[in-house]
């Protein structure tokens, strides 16, 4: 930092802003993201390792509330080759969903608030032996200026948190709503050429953290369910990282 220069987040200049959820939109983005930033040995809560595959790791606490799983979940990867805005363009684009999302029955945009903003209505797979699911989410995507390097790559994140919708009640058809709080966060990394030469994909990785707290919103038995999570998160992880190697692999680097 040059002398006199005191780190100042700049503020969100989306166009968002005037919303009636942006107020709730721009804390639990601060909340999520100082949450995701947070490391697993350093905010005093024992995580427990449940899945590792390379350099993936996941870790969930178990948490019931009135008898149902509420595991908060906390997985880190570092995939190499794309960086964290591809990562975070594929994650949240609506047109991108059905190709990595293999749980999603279907997918409706209730609300375009921006182009960064979305409302979305979700149905799931049924998972025997419980009901159908639902999920009704506000989905941000934003660009986090790097404040410890000022010349190096920003931070990007998506977050999804589940609200209300007055056409689409939760709990009146066939589907039990689950409620969840989502953050994915991504750094990207460059280890520069020594020569000088231009930059390509082998010199840059992204480092992944994904944080997850669902309420599965009824009657579900927690060993089900966290059998079902221990299967399908990181089939969800490895998928979704494939398909965005795969997706970009000819692109130009998008930072
Ligand atoms: O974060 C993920 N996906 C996002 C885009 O779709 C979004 C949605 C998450 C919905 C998560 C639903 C999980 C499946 C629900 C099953 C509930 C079954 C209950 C009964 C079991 C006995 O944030 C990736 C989500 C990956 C989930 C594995």
């Known amino acids: 930092l040059k002398s006199g220069h005191v780190p100042v987040t700049p503020p969100a200049t989306s166009p968002a802003c005037q919303h009636r959820l942006w107020s709730e939109i721009e804390s639990v983005v601060k909340q999520q993201v100082a949450w995701a930033r947070t490391g697993i040995g350093e905010c005093g809560v024992g995580w427990q390792l449940f899945a590792e ?17 509420v595991d908060p979940l906390k997985a880190v990867h570092t995939v190499p080759g794309i960086t964290g805005h591809e990562v975070c363009h594929y994650f949240f684009g609506p047109q991108y969903r059905y190709d990595w999302e293999t749980t999603l029955e279907q997918m409706t945009v209730l609300e375009t608030i921006s ?62 709503r689950i409620y969840l709080k989502v953050c994915l966060l991504c750094q990207t990394r460059v280890d520069p050429p020594k020569d000088g030469a231009p930059l390509t994909r082998d010199n840059i990785s992204c480092k992944i953290t994904y944080c997850s707290v669902v309420n599965p919103g009824g009657w579900a038995p927690a060993s089900v369910l966290r059998a079902v999570y221990k299967r399908e998160y990181p089939k969800f992880l490895k998928r979704f990282t494939a398909y965005v190697v795969n997706q970009t692999k000819n692109k130009p680097i998008m930072f």
């Open 53 to 69: 595959d390379g350099e993936m790791r996941m870790y969930r606490r178990e948490e019931e509330v009135d008898g149902m799983a």
């Open 115 to 176: 182009e960064d903003t979305l409302v979305f209505l979700q149905t799931h797979k049924r998972i025997w032996p419980a009901s159908q699911r639902d999920v009704l989410f506000w989905s941000h995507m934003r660009k986090l200026p790097n404040e410890s390097d000022r010349d190096g790559p920003d931070l990007w994140t998506v977050v999804n948190n589940s609200t209300h919708h007055p056409d689409y009640p939760p709990n009146v058809g066939k589907c039990v």
